[in-house]
């Protein structure tokens, strides 16, 4: 398997511009989760899908942050409008629910808000 | 919720060195994974590891779920093992992984 994948592997835009992150899960895994990793704040959950279906936004900084799972095969996190307190590196994480089963990364996307 | 403490916080080593990094973790756990951070920011499994000893050439992981700590063994460091190693567990009645602050290592050659 290739893993779970993430696009586009690096990000720079300006302030107010929307952003768009995607994610595939490793195939047959049914749990999504998108965090995000700053140097003050360390891993922080974000969201969580549960066969395409968000169960826990709570780490959701605020309204300009949008997560969606249209299918098994590929979720994205959208921020609009970017300000620049949004630059971080964002992950997205896989795993089969059902139980603690064991948990995989993408590469990140590395979102820098000029 | 739980909470998940590693020591130490940061730790600098000589190649060939060997380390022992900790995980102690406030409530009961239905599993427990470490993964290291490289220095290019991805992260990468190294044990799945609910109770037990593993091992995977240099690393090995031992956890005591039964007094709340897990231990991660490095052996001969090398270079290449610099980066920051994260603890994460499952609590018993959770729902996700709850991460450890990590644990910042930099071998020196």
């Known amino acids: 398997d290739a893993g779970v994948i993430q696009s586009p592997r690096h990000e720079v835009t300006e302030m107010g511009q929307e952003v768009t992150l995607r994610c595939k899960p490793i195939s047959g895994h049914n749990s999504l989760f998108w965090y995000r990793q700053t140097m003050m704040r360390g891993l922080e959950l974000l969201i969580y899908f549960n066969n395409n279906v968000p169960i826990d936004d709570s780490g959701m900084p605020e309204d300009r942050f949008s997560a969606k799972m249209p299918n098994a095969s590929f979720s994205t996190l959208k921020i609009q409008p970017s300000e620049p307190r949004d630059s971080a590196v964002y992950f997205c994480a896989s795993r089969t629910s059902g139980g603690a089963n064991e948990q995989f990364f993408g590469p990140g996307t590395r979102l820098t808000v000029l | 919720g739980i909470q998940v403490e590693q020591s130490p916080p940061d730790l600098i080593l000589q190649e060939g060195a060997n380390s022992t990094l900790r995980c102690n973790f406030s409530?009961?756990?239905?599993?427990l994974q470490w993964f290291h951070q490289n220095p290019w920011g991805q992260l990468i499994n190294l044990f799945y590891?609910?109770?037990g000893t593993k091992q995977n050439g240099r690393l090995s992981a031992t956890t005591v779920a039964t007094e709340r700590y897990s231990l991660l063994y490095i052996s001969s460091s090398q270079t290449t093992d610099s980066g920051v190693y994260f603890c994460a567990v499952f609590p018993l009645d959770g729902q996700n992984f709850v991460f450890g602050p990590g644990t910042r290592l930099s071998v020196l050659p």
């Open positions: 409530d009961s756990v239905n599993n």
């Open positions: 590891i609910p109770s």
